[in-house]
């Protein structure tokens, strides 16, 4: 158990629908990453978090946004979704902002888009 | 830009035999490199990593992994694998600059080692 939870486990929605993904950081961690995983494309990084504030952005969607609020915690939005946004989305939380930073993993949410 | 390549996408090996798990990058930053792995269910967590220093890394349950700058390799290796290593496992480089001293993580495809016993 790496101490960073995600919810839901499952989600399975419709094309055209809008979700939120949530993720609670492992305790102390002030950065939160979100990464897609899909079959086709591989782990690719969306964006980061640091203590509240967007730190980087990697190949997110303008249909994907996120935000850290000020409990740390952080949520990913999804919207407009089509088919090809199933995927399994991980979370992932770091002390601190630096890559060197060990980046402790969730067990992800997989969505599905029929 | 920065990538990762990883050669073998399923390496099946015997219980007790060693395995290697090929890696090779390219980078136009100073490397760091990192190895992940994945059980069946479950998030990534960190096997081992590479930021300076003796080329030669040691991680958990038995890994190591060696930094090859000449061949730009850090591949991953065990003496002799167990039936609870099957997983996926991902190698990773420092990749695009963020800002502030951050840099995004870029990913290999993973290699998926499967231990028949």
């Known amino acids: 158990d790496s101490g960073v939870t995600q919810t839901p486990k499952h989600l399975i929605t419709a094309t055209g629908q809008r979700v939120t993904l949530r993720c609670s950081p492992r305790s102390g961690d002030l950065s939160v990453y979100w990464y897609q995983q899909s079959l086709d494309q591989g782990l690719q990084f969306l964006i980061q978090y640091y203590n509240g504030e967007e730190r980087a952005k990697g190949n997110i969607l303008e249909r994907f946004s996120a935000q850290q609020f000020p409990d740390l915690h952080s949520e990913l939005n999804l919207s407009s979704l089509e088919l090809g946004d199933s995927a399994l989305y991980f979370c992932a939380s770091s002390v601190g902002s630096l890559t060197d930073n060990e980046q402790f993993f969730g067990p992800g949410t997989r969505l599905t888009v029929l | 830009a920065q990538s990762v390549t990883q050669l073998d996408s399923q390496v099946p090996v015997f219980e007790e035999a060693p395995v290697e798990l090929r890696c090779n990058y390219s980078?136009?930053?100073?490397?760091?490199l990192f190895w992940y792995v994945q059980y069946p269910n479950q998030g990534l967590q960190l096997l081992l990593k590479?930021?300076?220093?003796?080329?030669l890394v040691k991680g958990i349950n038995g890994f190591e992994a060696e930094f090859n700058k000449s061949q730009t390799s850090f591949h991953l290796r065990k003496p002799s694998v167990h039936i609870s290593d099957t997983a996926e496992y991902f190698c990773a480089v420092r990749g695009t600059y963020s800002g502030a001293g951050s840099y995004q993580l870029t990913f290999g495809k993973g290699t998926k080692l499967s231990v028949i016993p």
């Open positions: 590479y930021l300076s220093g003796s080329t």
């Open positions: 980078s136009s930053v100073s490397v760091y």
